[in-house]
T-cell receptor, first 113, second 116 residues
Framework: RKEVEQDPGPFNVPEGATVAFNCTYS??????FFWYRQDCRKEPKLLMS???SGNEDGRFTAQLNRASQYISLLIRDSKLSDSATYLC??????????????FGQGTILTVHP | NAGVMQNPRHLVRRRGQEARLRCSPM?????VYWYRQLPEEGLKFMVY????????ESGMPKERFSAEFPKEGPSILRIQQVVRGDSAAYFC??????????????FGDGTRLSIL
């Protein structure tokens, strides 16, 4: 089983659609959770941290379910510029003071006119 | 405010040569991480360094790979006697000295290494 598992997609959606991505992680002791986006042949860029209570940033909403070891990202009113690979990222190290990140393989999103 | 700077952006080496990848963290950041992204795969942690110290190198291959972060100058990831399987994108990330495990990391543009 992969440490961080995502549906690779691809997801093809029209502009304005709502799309949801799911992610599961294997280590119940994991401490920190993030969503990054990566454009083709570019570096990962932080989209948002994910908090236990859930959090929202504009059109993006992230949820965490520690009991199910499950993270989600919801994108509302999709824009063409949202087309990218979305990376679920987890810090699985317990008892460290630094961020040793484990990345999922990514979910590819294409938003079309 | 410059971000994480990596160079070169692209590096081509022949099998058996050495590759040196450089990373300058964001201003004020003293924690540096190196990750590798093989074709069609996710990023994998390689090593975590602070100034003059390797803290965690659990993701580094046992042979041919080394990393340093000297008191002055950039962090260097060095690959000796490169092989075709070393072809990948190598990303550096940094975080501030007060960062804990919940602090997001900021990534450089990466170095794309191609082995002929």
């Amino acid at each position: 089983r992969k440490e961080v598992e995502q549906d690779p997609g691809p997801f093809n959606v029209p502009e304005g659609a709502t799309v949801a991505f799911n992610c599961t992680y294997s280590n119940s002791a994991s401490q920190s959770f993030f969503w990054y986006r990566q454009d083709c042949r570019k570096e990962p860029k932080l989209l948002m941290s994910v908090y236990s209570s859930g959090n929202e940033d504009g059109r993006f909403t992230a949820q965490l379910n520690r009991a199910s070891q499950y993270i989600s990202l919801l994108i509302r009113d999709s824009k063409l510029s949202d087309s990218a690979t979305y990376l679920c990222v987890v810090n699985m190290e317990r008892g460290t003071s630094y961020g040793k990140l484990t990345f999922g393989q990514g979910t590819i999103l294409t938003v079309h006119p | 405010n410059a971000g994480v700077m990596q160079n070169p952006r692209h590096l081509v080496r022949r099998r058996g040569q050495e590759a040196r990848l450089r990373c300058s963290p964001m201003k004020g950041h003293s924690h540096v991480y190196w990750y590798r992204q093989l074709p069609e795969e996710g990023l994998k942690f390689m090593v975590y360094l602070q100034k003059e110290n390797i803290i965690d190198e659990s993701g580094m291959p046992k042979e041919r790979f080394s990393a340093e972060f000297p008191k002055e100058g950039p962090s260097i990831l060095r690959i000796q006697q490169v092989v075709r399987g070393d072809s990948a994108a190598y990303f550096c990330a940094s975080s501030p000295p007060s960062a804990g495990d919940s602090q997001p990391q900021h990534f450089g543009d990466g170095t794309r290494l191609s082995i002929l």
